[in-house]
């Protein structure tokens, strides 16, 4: 069937909403379907060279050093990720540039064609599309990052040279399973027989590790092959005999210094294809930018936006902000979707923040909680009571946490990637600048 007779004005937009509207489910995990319509689409190789990163946290910004590590090298370098933050053409990127809308609708157009009466979700037309337009970039090196698990991800249909486990905690247990060895097994899923996997995780789970014994991979795992020793003025890179002395990464979080060691043991393993440039390994640690991770504004309060949706990144948010004490308060913008650890995820700010601002996300999403419910979690997670406040939409929590805030009190907006857009979008309005 022609595109154009089942989507009346087929403009990016609206493209995007058909998509939702096609698969009676959001998330459908499986290889079989979008493996079909890509095989119909010829499986065009994406690049010469594959890096798949998967993990609980750290994904996007492992994908952001090895992107800019890549392209200080020379290398042409496509980048999947996901979600968006302000536009869904933040997924796909090539040679550092985010696609345009004729690129994505002309991919959008193919995959309709090929897929027939083949169902897709939002997120398999998404990874097709970029999938078809790396295929015609003329890239180097494609990196794909893992949407949700790994097994049984849209991106998993691809044959990676090298995989990146980052770490493994509890995240989409409905999808995954309620224990590390579980959630570990799913993840091992994007690793091949034969190719390197890095594992950023010090402390992979059984799961993940027998998993990787099955297959007939050999794990190359942080803090045993491959070391990160942060110094006061500069950090150590070490593995198979190699010391690397680098900058530390502009990217501002505890976990960044294991996310660039990572992604440097990644390209280590590959240097026999890809080359071996310290000094481009050094220029993409200063480089590396991924939206909304500790990112700060310098106004007044100051504002601080961290997509942290889990209880791991919850945990490494509250460190951050313990050794970054404000002079006055912390005050927090907070939502979260219904198949969250809302619990996990506050309990590591008791005693870290001192005022909530709680904020339905229930028009961003079927799965956003409601103020209401936001709250009786908080409560229950033994927040103080007197220091939550409910607001029926992100944009009037904000206003409120800044209404209220005085001379040097901070903002911190987390979460959900909804909070970290309306944050941002906040942030332009107001005319901050990023420091």
């Known amino acids: 069937m022609n595109p154009e007779s089942r989507i009346p004005n087929p403009v990016l937009v609206d493209w995007l909403d058909y998509q939702q509207r096609v698969h009676p489910r959001a998330i459908e995990l499986g290889l079989d379907r979008v493996r079909e319509v890509w095989l119909r689409l010829g499986a065009p190789a994406p690049a010469p060279c594959v890096i798949t990163i998967g993990g609980t946290n750290g994904k996007g910004s492992t994908v952001a050093f090895l992107e800019a590590m890549l392209v200080a090298a020379g290398h042409r370098v496509g980048a999947y990720t996901s979600p968006h933050l302000l536009r869904y053409n933040e997924r796909v990127r090539v040679a550092g540039v985010d696609v ?4 994505l609708i002309h991919a959008f157009e193919r995959i309709e064609n090929a897929r027939g009466d083949v169902a897709l979700t939002y997120f398999e037309y998404g990874t097709l599309a970029a999938l ?8 180097d090196v494609a990196l794909l990052e893992v949407g949700l698990g790994g097994r049984l991800d849209a991106v998993n249909i691809i044959d990676a040279d090298a995989a990146i486990v980052t770490t493994i905690d509890f995240d989409h247990q409905d999808w995954l399973g309620n224990d590390r060895d579980s959630i570990g097994r799913e993840k091992a899923g994007i690793l091949r027989a034969g190719h390197p996997a890095i594992i950023g995780d010090a402390e992979p789970p059984r799961g993940l590790v027998d998993e990787a014994a099955r297959i007939g991979v050999a794990l190359r795992i942080a803090e045993r092959d491959f070391h990160a020793e942060i110094r006061a003025d500069d950090w150590l890179w070490r593995g198979e005999g190699i010391d690397l002395v680098l900058p530390h990464p502009t990217l501002d979080a505890p976990c960044q210094h294991a996310n660039a060691a990572a992604a440097i043991a990644a390209l280590h393993s590959l240097r026999t294809r890809l080359g071996w440039n ?17 990112q700060r504004f310098a106004s007044e309060p100051q504002l601080i936006i961290d997509v942290a949706h889990n ?3 919850a945990r490494v948010l509250a460190t951050w902000l313990q050794t970054h004490a404000a002079w006055g308060r912390t005050l927090a913008v907070f939502g979260a979707l219904a198949d969250k650890d809302v619990r996990g995820i506050v309990e590591p700010l008791h005693g870290v923040v001192d005022a909530w601002h709680l904020a339905s996300l229930a028009e961003e999403s079927p799965r956003g909680l409601s103020s209401e419910a936001l709250d009786d979690l908080v409560r229950s997670a033994s927040v103080d009571v007197d220091a939550a406040g409910t607001h029926e939409d992100i944009e009037s929590a904000l206003a409120a946490a800044f209404a209220s805030a005085k001379s040097g009190d901070r903002v911190i907006a987390f979460g959900s990637f909804f909070i970290a857009a309306a944050a941002l979008r906040f942030a332009q309005a107001q005319g901050f600048v990023a420091r």
């Open 278 to 294: 310290p000094q481009a390994i050094a220029r993409g640690v200063i480089d590396a930018r991924a939206g909304a991770r500790l």
């Open 132 to 139: 078809l337009i790396f295929a015609e970039a003329g890239l």
């Open 100 to 103: 345009d809308d004729a690129a």
């Open 311 to 313: 209880p791991q990144a």
